[in-house]
């Protein structure tokens, strides 16, 4: 009892677009896990403080002294004849960053 050859080509055909089928809807299965698994981990250490800096600098202090154009760290050399602490966002607006000591802009 054999199938007419026509038909063992047709079932064959059918069996190949099953597997094809088959194998797409792994890819697609196995594709959602990965990716769902990457979203999970997105927020990078790195990519968080960048996010958290901007919010920080408003409370962050600076340091000017009387007669200069610069706003410096708690630190910096610059600050030996006067040490004004000011609020950074207020020393941006009238104040230039110091090149030696670099604060946060
Ligand atoms: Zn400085």
Redesign the pocket.
């Known amino acids: 009892m054999e199938l007419p050859a026509e038909e063992q080509v047709k079932s064959a055909k059918r069996r190949a677009a099953w597997a094809i089928v088959v194998a797409v809807i792994a890819c697609v299965v196995l594709g959602g896990v990965l990716l769902s698994q990457r979203a999970e981990r997105t927020p990078e250490p790195g990519r968080q403080s960048e996010i958290a800096e901007p919010d920080d600098n408003d409370e962050v202090t600076v340091y000017v002294t009387r007669t200069g154009t610069?706003y410096?760290?708690g630190s910096?050399r610059?600050l030996s004849r006067s040490k004004i602490p000011m609020k950074l966002s207020k020393a941006k607006a009238r104040y230039h960053p110091?090149r030696?000591?670099k604060?946060p802009e």
């Open positions: 610069k410096h760290r910096c610059y110091c030696v000591c604060p």
